[in-house]
């Protein structure tokens, strides 16, 4: 830990706290702080968005989902809850798990090992009893963020193609992984201009004011870059 701490004040250095950058100059400046730091893993680049919601009003939830157009630089493990034809679909788009009432009670005991699920709407009877096991994980299917839908195969294509969900927290903060340090500058830039106009889409009714507050993109272990936030559309 004491070896990570010196190797984060170093390349801390190199980041001003008091100045916004442009995203290009904030995304390059992340990823040349990692590579410098000579980490032996691929790190996360991670975006955060301080929003001007309130989350306690149900007029003002920012949830959604974005396809990345360059991808997460993460295998999700995608768990589906279908039968018969449309089970037989989602396997063959790349589903890790599959399956219905059996499916249920495997995490009914505790099998948390994948990262999206998505449910056709005739399971919705099933995953409907899983509230307490997914909903505090963030996993529970949404027709609205299309992880309830009969069209599985899509469904799976998009989850391992990139697709992300996003969610405003506590404090209307909204955060997600755009990459990962081994991308290109120009593939997370790609990536950040997607979340960030799925953000901006996303503005509930209810919001006044500012909406995007403050911005900041940091790699896994890296220090937070705080980004000019008349930049974010680019040209």
């Known amino acids: 830990m004491a070896t990570h701490g010196k190797k984060l004040r170093a390349v801390a250095k190199n980041v001003i706290r008091t100045k916004t950058y442009s995203l290009d ?39 959604g989902v974005v396809q990345l157009p360059n991808g997460t630089g993460k295998t999700l493990r995608v768990a589906v809850f ?17 399956g219905a009432d059996d499916l249920a009670e495997k995490m009914t005991g505790g099998f948390m090992d994948f990262d999206r699920v998505i449910a056709t709407p005739d399971m919705m009877g099933v995953v409907g009893k899983l509230g307490k096991v997914l909903g505090p994980r963030g996993l529970m299917p949404n027709p609205k963020l299309g992880t309830v839908t009969a069209n599985v195969a899509e469904a799976v294509k998009a989850a391992k193609a990139g697709s992300i969900e996003f969610r405003a927290e506590k404090a209307g903060i909204v955060q997600a992984g755009i990459g990962k340090v081994s991308f290109t500058e120009k593939a997370i830039l790609e990536n950040a201009r997607a979340f960030i106009g799925a953000i901006a889409k996303a503005r509930p009714s209810g919001a006044k004011g500012t909406y995007i507050n403050r911005v900041t993109v940091s790699s896994s272990m890296g220090p937070g870059v705080k980004v000019d936030l008349s930049t974010l559309a680019g040209e």
Request: aromatic residues 2%; charged residues 30%; proline residues 0%.
């Open 25 to 63: 100059e904030a995304i390059k400046l992340v990823k040349s702080n990692a590579t410098t730091a000579a980490r032996k893993f691929d790190e996360t680049i991670e975006i955060a968005m301080n929003l001007g919601i309130d989350v306690k009003q149900s007029d003002q939830a920012v949830r």
């Open 82 to 98: 279908a039968k018969g034809e449309n089970a037989d679909k989602a396997k063959a788009a790349g589903a890790d798990i599959v």
